[in-house]
Nanobody, 128 residues
Framework: VQLVESGGGLVQAGGSLRLSCVAS?????????IGWFRQAPGKERERITC????????YYSDSVTGRFAISSANAKNTVSLQMNSLKPEDTAVYYC?????????????????????WGQGTQVTVSS
């Protein structure tokens, strides 16, 4: 199984980026939950959003609610993260991760250490 993120880069504050996560070796059907995490230098890796492919229900952390949007295109085996109104504090390496759904009712029930597969990350830098 391989997850590959893309779409990171350097953007000015207030700008937008769209990250993509493409899966291979695994079909992102309704058995899976997909999460996006980020890790800034010197900080813990934090989950910012997730989606349950079984019902398309989503979760967002307070830090990104109203600015970021996760979407899943099952036919393309891809999950995207649209990031708007970016702030310097959004600067981090962004990771997508996948876990097989079943233990919790909602995607936010799955903590960082319960995800089975991870991408290599893509750097997002927001300048002020």
């Amino acid at each position: 199984v391989q997850l590959v993120e893309s779409g990171g880069g350097l953007v000015q504050a207030g700008g937008s980026l769209r990250l993509s996560c493409v899966a291979s070796g695994l079909t992102l059907d309704n058995r899976y939950v997909i999460g996006w995490f980020r890790q800034a230098p010197g900080k813990e890796r934090e989950r910012i959003t997730c989606i349950s492919n079984s019902d398309s229900r989503t979760y967002y952390s307070d830090s990104v609610t109203g600015r970021f949007a996760i979407s899943s295109a099952n036919a393309k085996n891809t999950v995207s993260l649209q990031m708007n109104s970016l702030k310097p504090e959004d600067t981090a390496v962004y990771y997508c991760a996948v876990v097989r759904h079943g233990q919790y009712f909602y995607c936010e029930g799955y903590g960082r250490y319960e995800y089975d597969y991870w991408g290599q990350g893509t750097q997002v830098t927001v300048s002020s």
